[in-house]
């Protein structure tokens, strides 16, 4: 970056860079504002600021907003301001790449970084990657990540989509109905608002006659939703997304996540209301969906890292998975004893109860079952109708 | 403007060690008039961030603690009625526009720490502790008061700061910000201190301890929160054990493992992780360090 390293040199060159360089930033999903940018320019043409490593170090502090910004701006800063190009979105994990790689080795490198984050690399054209899995299985789980991107604007069928989000619009009506007569039972322990009360009897000569009480305030049920988008879910996940994006719609909270060998955060994405937009958004998070599972690596980045923001007291998280998992069971074990001790119901839907015969004996699905409190078949739209009653207790 | 290296040597002066990254954002706050972000974990020394500036601008510190309800009463302003009604009582029969001037007056005012912030005639430095415990509404109201710094009492008019205070807020990330607070605010993100800088902070707050029996109570300290206890102790835990330590007359962890064992069980906050740090535990950890 020697073009940092005079002064004067602050000119229209660095000026085309540096709204280059946030526009990358707001493509991985920073929050930068035109004052943010404005300021940038300020540091970078501060003296104290000339020597690159300070620069980073200061426009970090100021276009971060959240851990995760944090976390991926290292790598975006380096990417973009020592030469590499930046071109296609590729989800790869957090950690910081500094030399030339090829985004097989990327999206193969898991494990580093939790956070699952998008970041900008170069497509490297010598990269011949091919799905090392085959479309459509059914059964069993796979180690590998899958490099397709998966259409999913096929997914938006509009009947279907339709009769997902009439289903989720139920379900949410049928729990808060749940909800609205809890409240009133807590609603004993009222207080009077002193201050509103003698606002009021300004009008009456300053004798209190209406009385302005406060009551606690309800926090609506939140769901959240785990999707497994993994190869041996893929004969469901066309149904769940489109039930997903329903739950996202007409719950009042509701966060889902995407996760097969890395967690992805896709409310936002899927929170877009032309269903066709919200597909090809998710598609480009989603790099990787039909590949392995890796369901308790999975659970414990979300513990770890999006837990306490999306859950509180008065949450229902729905897991929706075949329970293959790659990883050791044990680990699967300890992050849903993590998860029961955070939320308030964990609901499992599992496609396969459905088949004749079924038994919960894959090693993953049997050690994560004492820690669940619905376990359903869940397969088609119907079933998920089925359920309403049940979801609707909880 | 104190340049960075200003900085980091005045937060040395008060007892905080500072590293390159923070000394920056603290000097970007003064250059760009900022609120400063710090999110981490329980105690890495967010709030100690906010007292070692104060101390290095010789600034007052006000710190609003936010909790769940917190409204304008709370953190802005309030009348105080009761005093208000006692003199509407006393001055019974007297010119009615006379009392309401008079009860409206500075007298019954009662400035709580948003306006104590902006009333000052030195910039202070404003903490406003745990953001996150607060609802959204306040959020948006905080940020109202912290682009504008100016607020309106009715009965009274607007209140101008006459110094713009140094922000500082912190979160646990128990709830999501929001994206117009985050982006109003420069952001650092603060973690557990690396073991050689935990150590200076024990060398600086503990009087008399050996810089190598420092050494080894951070790293010691570092190996004992890779064990994903439920509890991870934080920087004040680790002075308060080191402060055992030396007031025990212990020398070296190695030297006196029942002692150490002991007192590391000070810093384990709850029965899980007492259970999950045995004597064996223990020991193994002090042969990784020692």
């Not at chain 1, 896709?266 to 790099?287: I, N, P, W, Y």
């Not at chain 1, 859950?311 to 998860?339: K, Q």
Request: hydrophobic share 45%.
């Amino acid at each position: 970056m020697p073009a940092l390293a005079r002064r004067e040199d602050v000119g229209p060159a660095i000026r085309v860079r540096l709204a280059g360089f946030v526009r990358t930033l707001r493509d991985n999903g920073f929050q930068v504002g035109l004052a943010e940018s404005g300021d940038a320019l300020r540091i970078l043409s501060a003296g104290a600021f000339a020597r690159p490593p300070l620069a980073k170090a200061a426009l970090r502090s100021l276009l971060c907003g959240r851990r995760s910004d944090w976390d991926a701006f290292d790598a975006l800063f380096d990417a973009f301001w020592t030469g590499r190009r930046v071109k296609t979105r590729v989800a790869t994990d957090g950690a910081a790449q500094t030399s030339q790689r090829t985004m097989r080795t990327l999206a193969t490198q898991s494990g580093g970084d939790p956070a699952g984050l998008p970041i900008d690399v170069e497509r490297n054209n010598a990269s011949t990657d091919t799905d090392p899995e085959p479309a459509g299985r059914r059964e069993g789980a796979s180690r590998y990540e899958s490099l397709s991107r998966v259409d999913f604007r096929r997914l938006a069928d509009p009947d279907a989509m339709a009769q997902a989000h009439a289903l989720a619009a139920r379900l949410a009506r049928r729990m808060r109905v749940r909800l609205t007569r809890r409240d009133r039972v807590a609603r004993r322990g009222r207080r009077i608002d002193l201050r509103r009360t003698i606002r009021a009897s300004l009008g009456t000569g300053g004798t209190p006659l209406v009385l302005v009480r406060r009551r606690p305030r309800h926090k609506p049920l939140r769901v959240v939703v785990l999707l497994d988008a993994s190869g041996s879910m893929s004969l469901y996940t066309a149904v769940f997304l489109r039930f997903v994006h329903g739950v996202l719609d007409c719950f009042t909270e509701a966060e889902a996540f995407l996760f097969h060998t890395r967690l992805v955060h896709v409310s936002d994405a899927l929170r877009e209301k032309d269903t066709a937009r919200a597909l090809d958004r998710l598609g480009l998070m989603a790099e990787g969906v039909g590949g392995g599972t890796r369901i308790g690596e999975s659970l414990a980045t979300f513990n770890r890292w999006h837990a306490v923001r999306v859950i509180h007291s008065r949450t229902c998280v729905m897991i929706l998975s075949d329970g293959y998992d790659t990883g050791p069971p044990e680990r699967l074990a300890s992050e849903m004893a993590a998860l029961r001790r955070r939320c308030r119901r964990i609901v499992w839907l599992n496609p396969l109860i459905g088949w004749d015969g079924y038994e919960p004996s894959a090693r993953g699905m049997a050690a994560a079952l004492p820690y669940v409190d619905l376990f359903a078949p869940a397969h088609t739209l119907e079933s998920l109708a089925a359920l309403e009653p049940y979801l609707a207790r909880l | 403007m104190l340049d960075r290296q200003a900085i980091a040597d005045r937060l040395a002066g008060v007892g905080y060690v500072a590293d390159a990254a923070l000394a920056t954002v603290l000097m970007l706050m003064d250059m760009l008039q900022r609120p400063l972000l710090l999110e981490g974990p329980a105690g890495v020394g967010k709030t100690e961030v906010a007292k070692a500036l104060a101390a290095i601008h010789e600034a007052r510190l006000i710190r609003l603690q936010c909790h769940e309800g917190l409204d304008r009463a709370n953190s802005l302003y309030e009348w105080n009625y009761q005093r208000q009604l006692l003199a509407i009582k006393a001055r019974e029969g007297r010119d009615a526009d006379d009392t309401e001037a008079h009860v409206f007056s500075e007298q019954y005012l009662l400035e709580r720490p948003l306006l104590a912030a902006i009333r000052q005639t030195v910039p202070p430095v404003l903490l406003i502790d745990e953001i996150d415990r607060a609802d959204e509404e306040f959020e948006a109201f905080l940020l109202e008061v912290l682009s504008d710094f100016q607020v309106s009492i009715p009965e009274l008019g607007t209140v101008t700061a006459t110094a713009i205070p140094r922000v500082v807020l912190t979160s646990n990330g128990t709830r999501e910000l929001s994206d117009a607070l985050r982006r109003r605010c420069l952001y650092h993100a603060l973690d557990f201190p690396e073991p050689d800088r935990e150590a200076r902070i024990l060398l600086m707050r503990i009087p008399g301890i050996d810089a190598a029996l420092a050494m080894q109570i951070a790293r010691l300290m570092q190996e004992v929160r890779k064990q994903e206890l439920s509890n991870v102790p934080g920087v004040a835990e680790t002075l308060d054990w080191a402060a055992a330590l030396v007031g025990l007359g212990v020398s070296r962890i190695d030297a006196d493992r029942a002692v150490v064992h002991e007192t590391l069980a000070c810093v384990l906050k709850t029965r899980e992780d007492h259970a999950r740090i045995s004597r064996e535990v223990t020991d193994r950890l002090i042969g990784k360090v020692a």
